[in-house]
C-alpha cells in the first residue's frame, strides 16, 4: 500500500498534570458559545502526517483516535468503548460504540479502524508511524463493531501507542486530506489556509455534543501580535508561550495564565552518522562544552525541569536517572585537537523559529565559542524546518534543535526517534546496547526489569548519546477569563476543548 494521502502543503507556517490557574480578572465574555484559539498556520492535513500544535489540535477536533489520554495521564475510551486483553499479552480486542457517524452521515465500521492501522504501520507507505506499530502482526474486523489486534511481542504500553497523535481513525479508502470527513466534536466549516479554519459542534458526537458551538482556529505568525489579539478580546487562548511571555500576562484584567509540567524538551542534537558527527570525540566535545544550567535558567527562567540529556525526564517518576554534566572547556578543547581540529571548526546550526528554540540557538553559539567553535545560526519557519519535502529539514541537517512534545510515557521517543532506523532518528545514532534496552523496556510485562533497563539505557546516553537536553519546560497557555473546563494537556494540540463551556 502506498501513501494515500497528498501532504497539503498549503501556508507559510511555523510549532501529566492537571492545569493551574495562576490568574484571573473579569470581563464580558466576547461571543456567547464562540472560541478562538491561536496557533501559526496549519501545512499538513493528513492525520498520518501532522507535527505542528497547531495541526494536532485541528485533527483532534475533526477527527478521533480509538482510545485517548487524558490530562491525568489516563487512558479513555473515544472510538473504543471498551477493550479487553488475552492473558499472554498479545490480543487486543476493541468494541466500538455504537452509530458513531462520519461527518458524511455514514457508519463508522470496524472496517475504517483497520484500514486506518493498515495504512499508519505499512513500511511502504512511509509515514513515521511504521516504526511505532512495527510490532504488530495483524488487524483485523471482528464484525461491523469489533476490532482485533495482534501483537508479535508483548507491549505494555500498546494502549498508549494506539493513543499516538497520529493515530486519527479516517474512512476507509479515504483519498483528499482536505475533505476533514471524520467522526470527531466538530465539523470543518472554512478551511482558510493562510487565516483560519472555522469548525461548528458535531450535534451527532457519540461522547456528548461540546460546550461550544462555534470553534476557530487563527493563524498568527508573530507571538507578539497574537498576544495583543489576546489582551483585545479578538482571540480567546494562545498556548505553547515562553516562561517570560506567560509572566507578562499574569494579573491582567480578563485573562487566566495556566501552567502545566510535562516532559517537553528542546534536544541539541548532532547527526552522528557521517563527518564530523561519527567522530565521538566530536560529540563529546560539544557536550562538555554545553552549560546546561545556564540554559536551563535563561530560556526557561529556571520553570523547567533539569535535563539529564535523555528523554526520558523527572515526569516520569522512577524511570528518570538524573545527571549532573560539568563543563570543561580545555577537555573539550583537547578532544577537538585529537579529532583534528586544534584551531576550532565552523559550523550550521539549525533551527526553527517557534517559541525559544531561536535564543536557546543563539546561547549554544556563545557556549559553544568558547571551544574555538564558530557556530552560524540557521532559523527557518517552523512549518519549512519539519517539511519533509525540504532538503534542509530537521532530519538532515548535522546540527539541530528540535522540539519535542510530552508524551505520556517515555517508551514513545526511544522507538520513534532513538533505536537504529526509527522514522524520527533525527541523529541517525545507531547503538547495539540502545537498542537491545529500548526492545527490552518496550516489551517486558516484569517492573522492575523495566526500570533497570531504562536505567541502563540512560547511563549508555549519557556516556555517548549524541544529544544535549538541558531542561524539560512547562507548558503554558493564556484564556479569556469567561471560559470554563479547561484541562490543558502537556501536548496543548491534544487538550479536549470540548469540554470549555462560557460561564
Do not use: C
Not at 464580558?28 to 498556520?41: G, I, K
Not at 541539541?268 to 565521538?280: E, H, L, Y
Not at 512549518?383 to 517508551?411: C, E, H, K, M, V
Request: aromatic share 10%; net charge negative.
Amino acid at each position: 500500500m502506498k501513501r494515500i494521502f497528498a501532504a497539503a502543503a498549503l501556508a507559510v507556517a511555523t510549532t501529566i498534570a492537571p492545569a493551574l490557574i495562576l490568574a484571573a480578572g473579569g470581563t464580558e465574555a466576547s461571543s456567547a458559545a464562540s472560541f478562538r484559539l491561536v496557533t501559526q498556520a496549519t501545512v499538513q492535513t493528513d492525520p498520518a502526517l501532522i507535527s505542528s500544535e497547531g495541526e494536532v489540535a485541528l485533527a483532534n477536533a475533526v477527527y478521533d483516535y480509538l482510545v485517548d489520554v487524558d490530562h491525568n495521564n489516563v487512558v479513555q475510551p473515544r472510538l473504543a468503548e471498551s477493550w479487553t486483553i488475552s492473558s499472554d499479552g498479545l490480543t487486543y480486542t476493541f468494541d466500538l460504540y455504537d452509530g458513531v457517524r462520519f461527518h458524511d452521515g455514514s457508519v463508522l465500521s470496524s472496517a475504517d479502524v483497520v484500514w486506518t492501522f493498515d495504512r499508519l504501520r505499512d513500511p511502504d507507505a512511509e509515514l513515521p508511524t511504521s516504526s511505532l506499530y512495527g510490532n504488530i502482526t495483524g488487524v483485523a474486523a471482528d464484525g461491523s463493531d469489533r476490532v482485533v489486534f495482534t501483537l508479535e511481542e508483548t507491549n505494555p504500553f500498546f494502549l498508549y501507542d494506539l493513543s499516538d497523535n497520529h493515530a486519527l481513525v479516517i474512512k476507509n479508502g479515504t483519498t483528499e486530506a482536505t475533505d476533514f470527513n471524520g467522526t470527531g466534536p466538530f465539523r470543518m466549516v472554512e478551511y482558510l489556509a493562510e487565516e483560519r479554519v472555522v469548525m461548528e459542534a458535531n450535534p451527532n458526537y457519540h461522547l456528548g455534543v461540546p460546550g461550544i458551538s462555534n470553534y476557530e482556529i487563527v493563524f498568527f505568525a508573530d507571538e507578539s501580535a497574537s498576544i495583543d489579539a489576546l489582551r483585545s478580546g479578538q482571540v480567546d487562548m494562545i498556548f505553547g508561550m515562553a516562561p517570560a511571555v506567560l509572566e507578562s500576562l499574569r494579573g491582567e484584567r480578563g485573562i487566566q495564565t495556566v501552567a502545566v509540567s510535562t516532559n517537553s524538551f528542546d534536544v541539541f542534537r548532532i547527526r552522528a552518522d557521517r563527518a564530523p558527527g561519527n567522530d565521538p570525540r566530536i560529540i563529546k566535545a560539544f557536550r562538555m562544552a554545553v552549560d546546561r544550567e545556564e540554559i536551563r535558567q535563561k530560556v526557561t527562567l529556571g520553570t523547567g525541569g533539569v535535563g539529564n540529556d535523555t528523554p526520558i525526564g523527572p515526569l516520569y517518576g522512577e524511570w528518570h536517572v538524573p545527571a549532573v554534566f560539568e563543563r570543561d572547556i580545555p577537555a573539550a578543547k583537547a578532544l577537538l585537537a585529537e579529532a583534528g581540529f586544534p584551531n576550532g571548526m565552523e559550523i550550521d546550526l539549525h533551527a526553527p523559529d517557534s517559541g525559544t528554540r531561536p535564543d536557546y540557538a543563539v546561547l549554544l553559539k556563545e557556549q559553544l565559542g568558547a571551544i574555538g567553535v564558530d557556530v552560524n545560526v540557521v532559523i527557518f519557519p517552523e512549518n519549512q524546518y519539519y517539511d519533509s519535502a525540504n532538503p534542509n529539514n530537521w532530519l538532515a541537517a548535522d546540527f539541530g534543535i528540535t522540539s519535542w512534545g510530552s508524551r505520556p510515557i517515555p517508551q514513545f521517543y526511544l522507538d520513534v526517534s532513538v533505536v537504529t532506523g526509527s522514522n524520527w532518528n533525527e541523529a541517525h545514532f545507531s547503538d547495539d546496547e540502545v537498542d537491545r534496552l529500548a526492545a527490552l523496556a518496550g516489551s517486558t510485562l516484569d517492573d522492575a526489569a523495566r526500570k533497570q533497563a531504562y536505567a541502563d539505557l540512560q547511563a549508555a546516553l549519557f556516556d555517548r548519546g549524541p544529544y544535549t537536553i538541558s531542561y524539560y519546560f512547562p507548558q503554558t497557555a493564556a484564556i479569556r477569563e469567561q471560559f470554563t473546563g479547561l484541562n490543558l494537556k502537556a501536548f496543548p494540540g491534544r487538550t479536549d476543548f470540548t469540554a470549555l463551556s462560557v460561564r
